[in-house]
């Protein structure tokens, strides 16, 4: 308990220093953007796409990658715009910046939970997520079903998480995914549920990372497991 409660201190005392946000802090470099592919891959969100606390190959779009790879006997390039600890707002600058090609084959859109984390208001999610789904659509040819939607993970059932209300983390959660699952459906956007996967953390612990907060290369490759099968016929 004594580590637990230590582990908690150490990523509050994180956030006060990288803008109120215990998700931040990554120290994984964004692999490199292969030039030369067949089919190009954009995954924009935060330290869940990024992939937290585990090695580059095993977030969840590099897990995509690898297994579209494999599939189709063909190169995919992904890159990445993400950061751990970044929320809707910090998101829509990156990509406002520019990407690195002016379209994308597929285009997987996760963010919210530094939003919910650092108690900022629900209208700020209300007015940004909806406009970072346009940009990505944008993005992915101007076609809505090349596009997915991956709900924000729960981190109450974490170590970290059990030193918190979890329940009102969960019911916050809630109303994120609930919303972005209805934006998605009102633009045609395919919406992939990952959440229930991370609620299993605590009954299984080999679902969470070593730092005790984000989801394990195991958990990432159950995420990508379930995304497969709605974005494979995009490639086929």
Not at 102 to 123: C, H, K, M, W
Not at 186 to 215: C, M, Q, W, Y
Request: proline residues 6%.
């Amino acid at each position: 308990m004594r580590t637990l409660l230590s582990l908690a201190f150490g990523f509050i005392l994180l956030s006060c220093s990288t803008g109120e946000d215990a998700f931040s802090n990554s120290n994984n470099p964004k692999p490199p953007i292969e030039s030369a592919a067949a089919f190009h891959y954009l995954a924009l969100g935060d330290s869940y796409t990024v992939g937290e606390s585990v090695p580059n190959d095993q977030s969840f779009p590099a897990e995509l990658k690898d297994s579209l790879q494999t599939s189709l006997n063909t190169s995919i390039a992904l890159e990445i715009i993400a950061v751990t600890g970044w929320r809707t707002d910090n998101l829509q600058t990156a990509v406002n910046s520019g990407t690195k090609r002016a379209s994308y084959d597929l285009v997987t859109l996760l963010i919210g939970v530094n939003n919910q984390f650092q108690n900022r208001p629900f209208e700020q999610y209300e007015k940004e997520f909806p406009e970072l789904l346009e940009h990505a659509i944008t993005l992915a040819n101007g076609s809505p079903k090349n596009v997915l939607v991956v709900s924000i993970p729960d981190y109450a059932f974490t170590p970290f998480g059990q030193n918190r209300d979890g329940e009102k983390i969960s019911r916050e959660i809630d109303a994120y995914n609930e919303f972005a699952a209805t934006v998605a459906r009102d633009n045609g956007v395919p919406f992939v549920n990952i959440t229930d996967i991370t609620r299993k953390g605590l009954e299984d612990p080999s679902l969470v990372a070593n730092d005790g907060l984000h989801p394990s290369g195991k958990a990432y490759k159950q995420f990508a497991k379930r995304i497969y099968p709605l974005i494979f016929p995009l490639f086929n």
